[in-house]
């Protein structure tokens, strides 16, 4: 079993950053990638950045440019340092990783999701 406790959401203005975490813990395996997803009111899950074993990073083009995701492998730790935020990003950002070295393209590949952590940006 492995858990993900996500950290740094919380209420900012337009324009603003934050930067989220995401730490592993448990039996966390020797190779794996991590994604972060997110999802606002009424809407379904969506894809925001990934980021493979060998640090290959791929983004949602919504973010590309704004948002960039990086890892600490020591740590366990993913990070999203996300810039110039906008109202359309609020939403419950979700980390999740899967046993793998390259980064899936389904949601339903990841192994184990974090609970969830709110992002906020008022206009």
């Known amino acids: 079993q492995v858990q993900l406790v996500e950290s740094g959401g919380g209420l900012v203005q337009a324009g603003g950053s934050l930067r989220l975490s995401c730490t592993a813990s448990g039996r966390t395996p020797s190779t794996y990638a991590m994604g972060w997803y997110r999802q606002a009111p009424g809407k379904e899950r969506e894809f925001v950045a990934a980021?493979?074993?060998?640090?290959?990073?791929y983004y949602a083009d919504s973010v590309k440019g704004r948002f960039t995701i990086s890892r600490d492998n020591v740590k366990n730790t993913v990070y999203l340092q996300m810039n110039s935020l906008k109202p359309e990003d609020t939403a419950v950002y979700y980390c999740?990783?899967?046993?793998?070295?390259?980064?899936?393209?389904?949601?339903?590949?990841?192994?184990?999701w974090g609970q969830g952590t709110q992002v906020t940006v008022s206009s």
């Open positions: 980021i493979s074993w060998s640090g290959g990073t």
């Open positions: 999740a990783i899967v046993f793998r070295r390259g980064v899936p393209t389904s949601p339903s590949e990841y192994d184990f």
